[in-house]
Each structure stands twice: as C-alpha cells, then as structure tokens.
C-alpha cells in the first residue's frame, strides 16, 4: 500500500467522529487500493464491491436523462449509520466512507473527507 493511501486511512480513523469504515476503490475493476475498518465484522470491500454497484447505477441514470452532471457524492442514510460514496472528478475511483449517525455529523464529515483526500486526488 502507498504512504499517501495509508496516511489517509490514518488521518480519517483517526479525525472523523463515528468511523467505521473507509475504502478507495477503483471504478473500472472493483479493486480495492486501501481498505480499513474497526468493527471485525464489517467488510469494507464486500461494502465497496456493492456501492461499486450503486455508483454505475446512478451514472447510467444520468446519462439515461441526457443530464450534464456528473456525481460528486451519492449519500445513504440508514437508521443508525451514514454511508458517503465519493466519486472521484475524472470517474477513476471513489471513497466509501461508514460512519455511526450517532456519532457523526454530516457536514463534518464531509468536510473532513474532502480536507483528508487532498493528496488521493493528486496521487491517484
């Protein structure tokens, strides 16, 4: 694994508040660069393989509507987590982000990630 891909599974254990998981995957095959997560029983790469899914789902929707966006961030929200898919601007990889709703705000989370995929975005 790359020191900056390391560094950033450190900076996000680390500094967002409720992490469970984090994953960088690559978009056009579904491997995983880094993946990393505190509860045993949560596999961010299984996690990663079906957001992979989720991801091309939404992108094939907006080319169905002839929409001119691209996808800056698809977010879930379930009872007691929230799950962050972070596409990357040229569509290579995205971020999967797990944390516990309970403790996590949104907007810090998604500031921290932005903030701590500085170096991903240069490298990668």
Request: charged share 25%; with cysteine.
């Amino acid at each position: 694994m790359s020191d900056f891909l390391k560094q950033f599974t450190e900076d996000i254990k680390t500094n967002v508040p409720g992490y469970i998981a984090v994953t960088v995957t690559e978009v056009s095959t579904g491997i995983c660069y880094v993946s990393d997560s505190q509860d045993k029983d949560f596999d961010p790469e299984v996690a990663s393989a079906y957001n992979l899914e989720v991801a091309k789902a939404k992108t094939n929707a907006i080319k169905a509507l002839g929409l001119k966006s691209t996808i800056q961030d698809i977010l879930i929200t379930l009872t007691d987590q929230i799950h962050i898919i972070d596409l990357s601007e040229n569509g290579e990889y995205f971020i999967y982000l797990a944390v516990n709703s309970s403790k996590a705000n949104l907007g810090m989370t998604r500031a921290l990630l932005k903030k701590y995929k500085k170096d991903i975005v240069s490298k990668l």
